[in-house]
C-alpha cells in the first residue's frame, strides 16, 4: 500500500514542464479528488528566473492531499520544481513529506550525465545516470495542452522516488464526452501510457485542460485558487486510501488471518504489469 502511495503521488504531480521561456509568471490550480471526494490540490507556477547566473524558465508545484491510510490521518505535502534552458530540464528538485519521513531529490543535468544526490529521511546517497536520447518531461498534462496529439509520441520522466528514467508515451484517442461532477463536456481525449499506469487526459478545442483521470479512481479538475484550496475534510472514513482501492476477492474470504497460503485469479484489460517481487509472484 505505501508503493500505491507513492504512484498516486507521482501521478497527480505536474511539477514542472519543458517549454520556451515565459514572459509572465503563469499560476494554475486542480482540486484532487478520489472517487469524488476532494482530498486536496495542486499549484503551479511557471515564470523567468535565473539559475548560476542564466536566464531559465523555473516550475514550481506543491501537492497537499489529505486522506486516511487503514485507519490513520495521512497528510501528504510535496514540492517540486524544475529550472529548464532551451527547453531542456538543466535541474530538477523534489520533497515529499508524510508520516514524518521526508524524501529529498535533487538533480542536476551536466552534459551527458545527470547527477542525483538523494536524503531519504536522513540517509544521504547519491547516483549518476545517462541522459536518455529523447525528451525529458515532467509534466505530460501540459504536454498534451501545449503541443497537442496528431500522432504516438514517446517521452522520458524522472521517477524520483526509484530514481530512474522511465519511458512514457502519449496517443491521441480522439473526440470524448468528460463527466465533470455530473456534467457531460465535449471533449478530446488523450491518453498518457506509463509502465506503472496510464492515464487519461480530456482538453478542450483551445487545448485547455477539462479534467485528468489516474488509476485508483483519482480526478484532477481545473480550479480557481478559492475552491482548489479550500480546507479539505481531512480524514474521515470514506476518503481511506485502503479501503477506496482494496480489491475484494469473490466470494469473500472470511478469516484471511487463518490462510497459510493463498492463490487469486485476476481478470482484466492488461494485466502485463502487475508487479512480482519479495511479497508476491505473478504468473500468466
Known amino acids: 500500500m505505501r508503493s500505491a502511495l507513492f504512484l498516486l503521488a507521482l ?34 507556477k ?39 534552458k532551451a527547453g531542456k530540464p538543466v535541474r530538477m528538485t523534489f520533497r515529499q513529506e508524510s508520516s514524518g519521513r521526508v524524501q529529498f531529490m535533487d538533480a542536476r543535468f551536466v552534459g551527458s550525465k545527470v547527477r542525483i544526490a538523494i536524503d531519504n529521511s536522513g540517509q544521504k546517497t547519491q547516483k549518476v545516470l545517462p541522459l536518455p536520447s529523447g525528451p525529458i518531461v515532467d509534466d505530460p498534462i501540459t504536454l498534451v495542452q501545449a ?14 522516488t526509484t530514481t530512474t528514467f522511465i519511458e512514457n508515451s502519449v496517443r491521441l484517442v480522439g473526440p470524448a464526452t468528460a463527466d ?12 498518457i501510457i506509463d509502465p506503472r499506469a496510464s492515464t487519461k487526459i480530456f482538453v478542450d478545442a483551445k487545448g485547455g485542460l477539462v479534467k485528468a483521470e489516474a488509476p485508483m479512481g483519482i480526478e484532477m479538475l481545473p480550479e480557481s485558487k478559492a475552491v482548489a484550496m479550500k480546507t ?11 479501503a477506496r482501492t482494496a480489491l475484494k476477492p469473490t466470494p469473500p474470504l472470511e478469516n484471511p488471518g487463518s490462510l497459510s497460503k493463498l492463490q487469486l485469479r485476476f481478470t482484466g484489460p492488461d494485466l502485463s504489469r502487475l508487479p512480482t517481487d519479495e511479497h508476491q509472484t505473478v504468473r500468466k
Not at 461532477?181 to 488523450?190: S, Y
Open 180 to 191: 465533470v461532477k455530473g456534467k457531460k463536456v465535449a471533449a478530446t481525449l488523450a491518453e
Open 232 to 242: 479539505t475534510p481531512g480524514y474521515t472514513p470514506n476518503v481511506d486510501l485502503a
Open 46 to 84: 511557471v515564470g523567468p528566473g535565473k539559475l548560476d547566473g542564466a536566464a531559465i524558465v523555473r516550475t514550481e508545484s506543491k501537492t497537499v492531499m489529505d486522506m486516511g491510510l487503514l485507519g490513520t490521518p495521512l497528510r501528504m505535502v510535496i514540492d517540486s520544481s524544475t529550472w529548464s
Open 147 to 160: 503541443s497537442g496529439v496528431k500522432g504516438a509520441k514517446k517521452f522520458w520522466i524522472l521517477d524520483p
Open 11 to 44: 501521478l497527480i504531480t505536474p511539477s514542472a514542464i519543458t517549454a520556451a521561456p515565459q514572459i509572465k509568471t503563469e499560476e494554475s490550480y486542480l482540486g484532487l479528488y478520489l472517487q469524488g471526494q476532494k482530498i486536496g490540490y495542486v499549484v503551479s
